[in-house]
């Protein structure tokens, strides 16, 4: 009897193992098998309508190919080292005085790479809310309210008084 039970428990327990496997073939995979990490995103174009937009036309700009580079730079203002193998384009554009005003674009080849330039755009957000909690309380409202993220192979951040504008930008140039 109990030899019995025993081979109706295991029977039991090794059916329930395979049901709670589900292979639904409709159920979409993760989102990094979507992410298109060979668009036809052209930093170039976008760094070009950036350098128009009224918050951005008189900063500095870093790029992979700018003295000193963004690779340069990069740790300063981010926090993490540079990851030049794994961005295939960039721009970083920053105030050219003490105020807030600052926008990034990356082209990346990864998305751990993406994930990584979000937190460290997150610590970019931190610092500034920190170096303008009692300094200025425009620059505090901006840095607060900076904005990022990422769509196909590119991740972006923007901390300007037009964040909206900007985001528009790198979106929609074509």
């Known amino acids: 009897m109990k030899k019995l039970v025993s081979i109706i428990l295991v029977t039991l327990s090794v059916f329930l193992l395979f049901s709670c496997k589900s292979e639904n073939p409709e159920v979409p995979e993760k989102d990094e098998e979507k992410v298109d990490f060979t668009s036809d995103f052209d930093v ?13 036309a008189d900063g ?9 580079s963004i690779s340069d730079v990069f740790a300063i203002y981010f926090g993490i080292d540079f990851p030049a193998d794994d961005i295939s384009s960039c721009i970083f554009i920053t105030s050219s005085d003490a105020h807030v005003s600052e926008a990034a674009v990356f082209k990346v080849t990864n998305k751990e790479t993406a ?29 607060e309210n900076l904005d990022m993220g990422s769509f196909d192979d ?21």
């Open 44 to 56: 170039e174009k976008v760094s070009a309508k950036l350098l128009e937009a009224e918050p951005l």
């Open 60 to 68: 500095i700009v870093y790029t992979d190919e700018s003295s000193p």
């Open 115 to 143: 994930d990584a330039l979000l937190k460290a755009f997150h610590e970019r957000q931190k610092n500034l809310i920190q170096i303008h909690t009692n300094y200025d309380q425009n620059d505090l409202s901006i840095s």
């Open 154 to 174: 590119v991740v972006y951040y923007t901390a300007t008084d037009s964040n909206k504008d900007i985001v528009d930008i790198i979106k929609n140039t074509k």
